[in-house]
């Protein structure tokens, strides 16, 4: 049977009509300039013509600013204005991160970067080694503190503090007497503890416009300070002397306001830190750790026998305490927000560095272990790690940023031999008693 070959058609004005008996001519290479559209020639040049137009009356307009503005033209107003870009790693791994092994060095991570801070400089390095931020400084004795937004940092009884960000120095302040604290909030709002003239502690509170918005005075002596992370709240730790017998007192403050909003003294105890807890604070004596809501009131308190090690998230407490005289065997004890106990357990190493994620991961270092805990339900996870091992970090999801005197690589423990260290791994199960 033949097949009847079918023709494509269209309607037009109601009679039907063959597309294969139209006939369409198509430019020829031989033809010049007649196969161009003269319409879209035209519109083409008038684009280019508006984009000089545009980019002359740009400079024109940045010439004429420059010159009329040129005294208001500072490093100081670039700083300001650049002081909200940031650069951000991600949640890459580290590997191949080298850097000078000096006699005092400091820790942190920012936007996803190692922040290296040393006596005589400050650094960030990126996961595969490339130095953004470089700044030379002289602290003797640093303290660094890393917010969602800023760096900051200062000389413990030093004069001078910095901010930056993830590229550059962004402001440089000096107190009138020794620094003795500071702490950041994540909104760039931040707080310097220092002496005073009339009083024997000043808190200084800077906005995070880097202008002072006020200050508070104790006639105690201020051991530590820190404010919320909306820059709303503030927790002052101070100690006297009354009867024989030491004190502490923590006050509290809503920003702005003169008057304290709440207070609580504890007798017979030294203060050792206070810290951002989530909406409260946690505050560490020499006999106990006290957690506060935000309004002040306290949320519970647990009763240590000594503290080796002390790191705080928005979640849990993580403390380390040595049972031998030697450091080798140490107890181990994760607070959650009501300072209950969701993990008590003794290790039989030396405790190098110990500390716990906003999502919940306890960390510990020894001198060759890393372990991760699970303080919900009190499993743990060992990789072996390279000699020298100085800081561990929380980086999310399992991982761990590990820092030894000149090197750091990530560890992720849900496969602990493809760290850089090498090395054997090993997966334990274990609950808290």
């Known amino acids: 049977m033949k097949l009847k070959k079918r023709r ?6 109601g009679r039907r009509r063959d597309v ?38 740009f400079i024109l307009f940045a010439l004429f600013m420059m010159t009329a503005f040129s005294s208001e033209i500072t490093i100081d107003n670039m700083m300001y204005l650049l002081r909200d870009i940031n650069v951000n790693s991600g949640g890459a791994a580290f590997s191949g991160v080298s850097y000078s092994a000096e006699p005092i060095q400091r820790f ?22 490339a130095v953004g931020l470089s700044v030379g400084m002289s602290f003797e004795s640093p303290l660094l503190d890393v917010s969602e937004k800023y760096i900051l940092t200062c000389g413990l009884d030093g004069y001078g503090f910095s901010v930056c960000n993830s590229f550059s120095e962004l402001f440089r302040g000096t107190a009138e007497y020794p620094i003795l604290s500071c702490d950041m909030a994540d909104s760039g709002d931040f707080v310097i503890v220092t002496g005073g003239r009339e009083h024997r502690s000043t808190v200084y509170l800077y906005g995070g416009d880097f202008e002072l918005r006020t200050k508070y005075s104790k006639g105690d002596f201020v ?10 709240r503030l927790a002052v730790t101070s100690f006297g002397v009354l009867e024989g017998e030491y004190y502490t007192d923590v006050t509290f403050y809503d920003v702005g306001a003169d008057a304290p909003s709440g207070s609580d003294r504890i007798g017979g105890e030294y203060p050792l830190a206070v810290e951002t807890m989530g909406d409260g604070f946690s505050v560490l004596t020499t006999a106990s750790v ?7 009131t306290l ?14 998230s928005d ?15 140490n107890s181990v004890v994760i607070l959650d927000s009501a300072a209950s106990v969701c993990y008590n357990a ?25 372990v991760m805990i699970n303080p919900a339900d009190g499993t743990e996870r060992t990789a072996v790690v390279g000699v020298g091992a100085k800081r561990i970090i929380p980086t999310g999801d399992g991982t761990a940023l590990l820092c030894l005197s000149s090197s750091a690589y990530t560890i992720d423990f849900a496969h602990p031999s493809h760290t850089e260290a090498g090395g054997a791994s090993e997966d334990e199960t274990g609950q808290g008693g």
């Open 8 to 13: 494509s058609s269209e309607v037009s004005l």
């Open 223 to 232: 051991s530590d300070a820190a404010i919320s992370n909306d820059g709303k």
């Open 346 to 370: 003794v290790i039989g190493e030396k405790v190098v560095d110990a500390a716990v994620s906003d999502t919940g991961e306890a960390f510990l270092l020894s001198q060759g272990h890393a």
């Open 20 to 57: 294969s008996d139209v006939l369409v001519e198509l430019p020829r290479a031989d033809d010049g300039e007649s196969g161009k559209n003269e319409y879209y020639l035209s519109v083409a040049k008038k684009y280019r013509l508006a984009r000089l137009v545009t980019l002359a009356a």
């Open 299 to 312: 949320s519970g308190s647990y009763i240590h026998g000594g503290v080796g090690m002390y790191n705080v």
């Open 108 to 129: 942190g991570l920012y936007k996803g970067e190692l922040l290296y801070v040393t006596g005589s400089e400050e650094k960030l390095f990126s996961p595969t080694g």
């Open 290 to 296: 006290r957690i506060y809501r935000r309004d002040g």
């Open 315 to 329: 979640a849990y407490v993580l403390l380390t305490a040595p049972k031998n005289a030697t450091g080798t065997e």
